[in-house]
């Protein structure tokens, strides 16, 4: 079962790719870089992890294990700074968004009584792909219908 938030959220990447595609593709490409970056800083981690539970007698007179932790640094102060342009481009992807959002609620309040008509008459049956396809035909002619 779908949840009010969820299908919010699921309508309002269905209008936003119909509406405005670059700034979707765009957000996408953000979260997968974020999710790169997540991965990334995770296995710098591990390897800070190995690093220090391998080492043997004084850590600071192992060469090896001072060039990781020094790269480790290096890196992480780069995934950090990646973030924070994600975050900055989030906040303006998110205000391109915010204009869509009422019609999503909007959308998202009219599902769910529908899902209980088949309580009223058994012929009453209608499906979340059946509702979607409805939402995207009412965009593709919303012109159409003045």
């Not at 969820?6 to 700034?23: A, R, S, Y």
């Not at 009219?110 to 088949?118: G, I, K, M, S």
């Amino acid at each position: 079962m779908i949840t009010s938030i969820g299908l919010q959220d699921q309508l309002l990447n269905m209008v936003m790719t119909k509406e405005q595609p670059q700034l979707e593709e765009e957000r996408q490409s953000l979260v997968q870089l974020s999710a790169q970056n997540a991965t990334r800083l995770k296995q710098v981690e591990d390897k800070i992890l190995d690093t220090l539970s391998s080492a043997k007698g004084n850590l600071l007179e192992d060469s090896s294990a001072i060039q990781i932790l020094d790269s480790s640094k290096q890196i992480s102060n780069d995934i950090v700074e990646k973030q924070k342009v994600a975050a900055q481009m989030e906040l303006k992807l998110n205000k391109g968004r915010q204009v869509y959002k009422p019609i999503a609620k909007y959308t998202s309040i009219l599902f769910f009584p529908l899902t209980e008509l088949p309580n009223i008459d058994p012929m009453y049956q209608f499906g979340l792909n059946w509702f979607l396809n409805l939402f995207f035909h009412s965009i593709d002619n919303r012109y159409v219908c003045k």
